[in-house]
């Protein structure tokens, strides 16, 4: 039996409860789920695989991006501490995800059958719903964030609203987030550090 009161699943139970889990409904969620330690550069799901786990970040950065046929990586999302990490493509339509999903540091998450979220959805659970709406509301700010902001707006607010990836990130993985190339961002950020001498 697992132990609820155990630090890794604080955060998950906390979720959980906000969104109308009752104790034991989510004592029944922690018995389903499996800890998930994986060093960085991990492959978690290649692309063109079917998902069996969804998972809950706790601690670390992952990143979702698709691949070409040429090698070229676009970045699709980050997700750190207390994210929830989702194919919604996959679940809905049933197909193979579209995009490879890995660790970017080292990580460690709580991972749930995809069965799970299927009940969730099947039922339409609020949980559900509310994963939902986080999602669109996410996608709603990123295209926002890419359609009207220049490059290096969209680099500075970068800074501002996550300072903390910014050592956590290499400039290629900041750049694909952005959607520049590498030297785009060497140049906005020696621009940067010469309007701030």
């Not at 609820?4 to 104790?23: C, H, K, M, N, T």
């Not at 989702?86 to 080292?106: K, R």
């Amino acid at each position: 039996m697992k132990d609820i009161a155990d630090s890794r699943y604080e955060a998950f139970s906390r979720v959980l409860s906000e969104q109308g889990f009752s104790p034991a409904e989510i004592s029944e969620l922690i018995s389903q789920t499996r800890v998930v330690q994986q060093p960085s550069r991990s492959v978690l799901l290649p692309q063109g695989e079917t998902a069996s786990e969804f998972y809950f970040l706790l601690d670390g950065v992952c990143h979702a991006g698709y691949l070409t046929e040429q090698g070229k990586v676009f970045s699709k999302e980050f997700y750190w501490e207390g994210d929830w990490v989702i194919g919604y493509e996959s679940l809905v339509t049933g197909q193979p995800s579209p995009f490879c999903l890995e660790t970017v540091s080292a990580c460690q998450m709580l991972a749930l059958p995809i069965s799970v979220l299927q009940c969730w959805r099947a039922e339409r659970r609020p949980m559900y719903l509310s994963l939902i709406e986080g999602q669109l509301l996410n996608k709603e700010q990123k295209e926002r964030y890419m359609l009207l902001n220049t490059p290096q707006q969209r680099y500075q607010q970068f800074c501002r609203n996550y300072p903390d990836l910014l050592a956590r990130l290499s400039d290629y993985q900041i750049a694909a987030y952005l959607g520049i190339t590498p030297i785009s961002l060497s140049r906005i950020k020696k621009r940067q550090s010469i309007n701030h001498c």
